[in-house]
């Protein structure tokens, strides 16, 4: 086979000497632009598992490069005055330089020709080329060219950063973050030689030009640098080599996406990209190289399984796509959490946290480390972290305890831990009336071990409902009923009991899920479809769903009426928590969304307008609800849809909310509109509680995809929110908190009496799955 790799990068380097190295008949080319050993950069990381998948392809290239690696353990923090150090995080690092000249020469040494000085502009110049490896990095020339095929995706990034060096050893991987007048700074410091680390400076775009370092040159940048980090740099100077770049020194980082890796060209030769000009990974977790070599490897390992021969270039390609595909979006989807994570730090947690929990969340930045992965890597530092937090609450433990597991205090209710069990719809009232169905489903639920039971979306008034099976609040027998309920859960376990009160405005009058989801009532049915009220006019499905009239004024003062009256009626039956449905396309949530909402008077137009009769509402309720207890709102904290509410516009409304005397913003997403696109993952909606912690200063809860315990832990512990709610995984198991107690072996969790005997058999079992290294 004839192969050229055009760009000498880690890529085309790699790939080359490993496919010499398993068949020397081939005949492989690199051609690579610069001089010979010369190059840019300074220090690049890999991780112990690169390194051990380097051993395994080629013991003789892993031996040389690993004979000049820094390998360190510990990421230091340095922080507002403070030195922070946590262990077992492995990973190496190596001069760019001398990892090209390593694998330059055992290219060499296999019989690899080496082309420097060879500016590539096509990939037709190889004529006789069977494969081309199209290594030549961000800019590549041969994507662009077959952009159409290739379909790559840029993304310009905001911060900041310039790439430099120092003649100092550090332990740790550090990070060092210091505060100017107009803003944060951070460096990303690591050994990469016997004398050299890797000093990268990064700040927001707005800190960068309030400092005037865009019309500073080079050296004007490095020395504003070194008077910034003086503490750190201990008199040693920066250094750069990349002085022959004109102009500012300063880059942005660019996120580069492919939806084809792969073509054959118009002379027959087959052209793959490889390394950075496929995918890019941001330097806050150092992937970029371990992206390059990995698909390297992969791509030599799938030639071993399928064959060298030309005919099976496209089979193997095909393959090598499908495979890194997958790999590479899990290592860019953590790189994006980290970038995004540096990006916002200086607005959004350099202020807020303190050095601990900034370590913390630091450290989980990526969310590919959770809180059991951050024990298993120093659970020293995580004990410690743990009786830091938990001192900061009413615990006052003196030794560790699961951040779930602390207790949380809002007005005159205290939670015995973080958990709460979500709000979820289950249609089984009989007009209005919750029975024996609610008091099993919400009961059993209060003896599993949660903090706070949540009662489904209740409707203030007979029109409010979702579907005839809702419940409601809109008469006195129905707040008996819940009464009940109430008084069973306040007799028969520790947790407390919420009532989220909502109107289902234009959603409403459907059917049962299972009986048509989100479809009117049949016409022939044993109830009639009611009259729809919404912020505009409009049907929630076009051409389906019963057509919604906008609200007057005298429709919003009746339905204020009724949430009134409803609250009211929530505080007689004793329950200990009030929640303002203002999210999911309801009608509080039709106001707050351009999506739904076309007025052209004071309620509508501008977000401040828009939340004018919400937060009404939530006046009304306010006054009437005992100030002793709290009152949280649920809102949709991103539509999903262009021109819909975005995680900005979220910011503003809590903070509406909060002024208007809201006590924790329950951040939810979606279900605006039938045309959002969300972002589905485990715990894919926290970010928005985070941002919305952070940025508008008050607590939130997070939902959405939180199914374990160490999803719970890491979100508390990292302060990406005060509370979680949990849904599905309560369906399944209405224990589901004391089941994962048990899991991670909490053992301070009471159980109800009742049930205490099964207590040490559920630890046990758990015990023996982790000591055997299995699941349970």
């Known amino acids: 086979m004839n192969i050229v790799c055009i760009g000498g990068g880690p890529a085309g380097l790699y790939f080359g000497l490993l496919m010499k190295a398993r068949h020397p008949e081939h005949r492989v080319r690199v051609v690579e632009r610069n001089r010979p050993y010369d190059t840019f950069g300074w220090g690049v990381v890999f991780s112990d598992a690169t390194m051990e998948n380097m051993q395994r392809c080629d013991a003789a290239t892993a031996a040389a490069i690993e004979a000049s690696f820094a390998h360190w353990d510990d990421i230091e923090l340095r922080f507002k005055g403070r030195r922070i150090r946590s262990g077992g995080h492995g990973f190496v690092g190596i001069g760019r330089k001398k990892l090209l000249n390593i694998l330059q020469a055992r290219c060499e040494e296999l019989g690899v020709e080496l082309c420097f000085d060879s500016e590539v502009e096509s990939d037709l110049a190889f004529a006789d080329a069977d494969l081309i490896v199209a290594s030549d990095g961000i800019n590549s020339r041969i994507r662009n060219r077959y952009a159409a095929t290739f379909q790559p995706e840029l993304i310009t ?132 190289t371990k992206l390059a070599i990995e698909d390297a490897i992969e791509l030599a390992n799938q030639f071993e399984l399928a064959g060298h021969g030309v005919e099976q270039i496209p089979a193997v390609l095909a393959r090598y796509q499908e495979l890194r595909r997958v790999e590479t979006l899990k290592i860019q989807n953590a790189a994006w959490n980290a970038m995004e994570w540096f990006e916002v730090c200086g607005e959004r947690y350099c202020d807020q946290l303190e050095p601990e929990q900034f370590m913390y969340s630091m450290l989980t930045r990526s969310q590919r480390i959770s809180h059991e992965n951050l024990r298993l890597r120093d659970k020293a530092w995580l004990e410690g972290y743990e009786r830091w937090l938990a001192a900061r609450t009413p615990l006052q433990a003196d030794k560790p305890v699961p951040p779930m597991f602390t207790p949380y205090t809002v007005r005159g209710v205290t939670l015995k831990n973080r958990v709460i069990v979500s709000p979820m719809a289950q249609y089984m009232a009989e007009d209005g009336l919750v029975g024996g169905y609610h008091l099993v489903h919400l009961g059993a639920r209060a003896v599993g071990g949660a903090a706070l039971v949540m009662a489904e979306m209740t409707c203030v008034s007979r029109d409010a409902r979702i579907t005839p099976g809702c419940p409601g609040l809109w008469t006195d027998a129905q707040g008996e009923a819940w009464a009940r309920i109430v008084e069973w859960v306040h007799r028969q376990s520790d947790a407390k009991i919420g009532m989220q009160l909502g109107h289902a405005g234009p959603k409403g009058s459907t059917r049962r899920p299972w009986d048509g989801e989100d479809l009117p009532l049949p016409a022939d049915g044993p109830e009639p479809n009611w009259p729809l009220l919404a912020a505009s006019g409009q049907q929630y499905l076009e051409g389906v769903s019963a057509f919604a009239q906008a609200m007057t004024r005298a429709d919003m003062d009746r339905v204020t009426a009724d949430f009134v009256a409803a609250t009211r009626r929530a505080a007689a039956a004793g329950f200990d928590w009030l929640e303002l449905h203002c999210a999911h396309g309801y009608l509080l949530s039709s106001f707050i969304s351009p999506l739904t909402n076309w007025r052209e008077d004071d309620y509508g137009g501008t977000l401040a307008n828009r939340l004018r009769y919400p937060l009404e509402v939530f006046a009304a309720l306010r006054a009437v609800w005992p100030e002793h207890l709290p009152i949280s709102v649920r809102i949709s904290a991103h539509d999903w849809v262009e021109g819909g ?132």
């Open 157 to 288: 990034r905001p911060n900041r950063y310039i790439w430099l060096g120092v003649k100092k050893l550090f332990e740790a991987f550090t990070f060092d973050f210091r505060r100017t007048p107009h803003g944060w700074f951070q460096a990303h410091i690591y050994q990469f030689d016997q004398e050299t680390s890797t000093f990268i400076v990064e700040c927001p775009e707005s800190v960068w030009l309030a400092h005037g370092l865009d019309r500073a040159g080079p050296e004007e940048s490095i020395r504003f640098c070194e008077g910034l980090f003086a503490e750190t740099l201990e008199g040693a100077e920066l250094l750069s080599n990349a002085r022959h770049l004109r102009g500012s020194a300063w880059l942005n980082f660019q996120r580069v996406v492919c939806g084809q890796w792969w073509l054959r060209n118009d002379q027959g030769a087959h052209v793959v990209l490889m390394g950075d000009a496929v995918h890019t990974a941001h330097f806050a977790i150092g992937s970029g």
């Open 645 to 776: 509410i975005t995680p900005a516009d979220a910011v503003q409304i809590a903070r509406a909310f909060k002024e208007a005397g809201a006590d924790l913003i329950d951040c939810s997403s979606g279900q605006v509109s039938k045309k959002q696109k969300p972002t589905y993952g485990r715990m894919f909606q926290t970010p928005f509680a985070d941002r919305i912690r952070q940025e508008a200063g008050i607590p939130t809860i997070a939902v959405g995809a939180i199914s374990e315990a160490d999803h719970v832990n890491t979100i508390i512990a990292a302060g990406r929110a005060d509370l979680c709610a949990v849904a599905r995984p309560h369906l399944a198991n209405p224990a589901w908190t004391l089941t994962e107690a048990a899991r991670i072996g909490f053992k301070d969790l009471a159980w109800p009496k009742p049930y205490r005997s099964a207590k040490p058999q559920l630890e046990a079992g758990f015990a023996r799955a982790s000591a055997a290294g299995g699941k349970s």
